[in-house]
């Protein structure tokens, strides 16, 4: 099936480090979510983006809507050990699909 | 507090042995997903149930069926599992085809 390009595929950072990592696409999308997920743990939606150019936060995580409609980044500051996990995006084509089209996942991996 | 509940957490069955792992919400959303995830990968979506219509994604192997009694519940009925069919099972949920929440997920062993 169809997926969205999301770099990098890990990474390694030093605890109270930012990170960022973003899924790009050549289609436009109408829909961006992030979600995070613990080893043997369900998907937890962290931000969902409804407009181009949108900026959204919780808590220390930031996430925006690309301009192009194909792109989205999440941003997370000051990273802690429990941020440790596989973040994925997950795109929809048009506000009419029930599909939407997951990233290959970042795993981000915390040294304390 | 409103969610989405999976059980059980962890299946074990035999090479070819029905199985079958269950679905509830409390959202009252109208729109219930299972997805398959292998290994660490993007969950890849199986099938979804608008209401009581049943919508099946193209390369969904017959041997994966569901079952939707109510708005609440949803069945995930997997009639002949093989080595291959191992996996993470996830249970998600949207109001029409709006944001998706998911469930902790089944870790299905087939022996």
């Known amino acids: 099936g169809q997926q969205l390009n999301q770099s990098p595929q890990s990474m390694f950072i030093q605890e109270g480090e930012d990170v960022s990592m973003n899924c790009t696409s050549s289609?436009?999308?109408?829909?961006w979510l992030w979600y995070k997920q613990d080893p043997g743990e369900g998907p937890v939606l962290l931000i969902a983006l409804y407009k181009a150019g949108e900026l959204t936060s919780n808590g220390r995580l930031t996430a925006q809507f690309g301009i192009t409609r194909k792109d989205s980044f999440l941003n997370i500051s000051a990273s802690i050990p429990s941020d440790v996990g596989i973040y994925f995006c997950?795109?929809?084509?048009?506000?009419?699909?029930?599909?939407?089209?997951f990233g290959t996942g970042t795993r981000l991996k915390v040294l304390a | 507090d409103a969610m989405v509940i999976q059980n059980p957490r962890y299946q074990v069955t035999q090479f070819g042995k029905p199985v079958t792992l269950s679905c509830s919400q409390t959202?009252?959303?109208?729109?219930m997903y299972w997805y398959q995830q292998k290994s660490s990968q993007a969950p890849k979506l199986l099938f979804h149930?608008?209401?009581?219509?049943?919508?099946n994604e193209a390369d969904t192997p017959d041997n994966f069926q569901s079952r939707r009694p109510n708005t609440s519940f949803c069945f995930l009925d997997i009639r002949s599992p093989g080595l291959g069919d191992a996996a993470m099972y996830l249970c998600a949920t949207s109001r029409d085809t709006g944001t998706q929440y998911f469930g902790p997920g089944t870790r299905l062993t087939v022996l």
């Open positions: 959202l009252n959303h109208n729109v």
């Open positions: 997950a795109g929809q084509l048009n506000s009419g699909t029930y599909k939407y089209i």
């Open positions: 149930y608008y209401d009581k219509d049943f919508n």
């Open positions: 289609s436009i999308f109408n829909t």
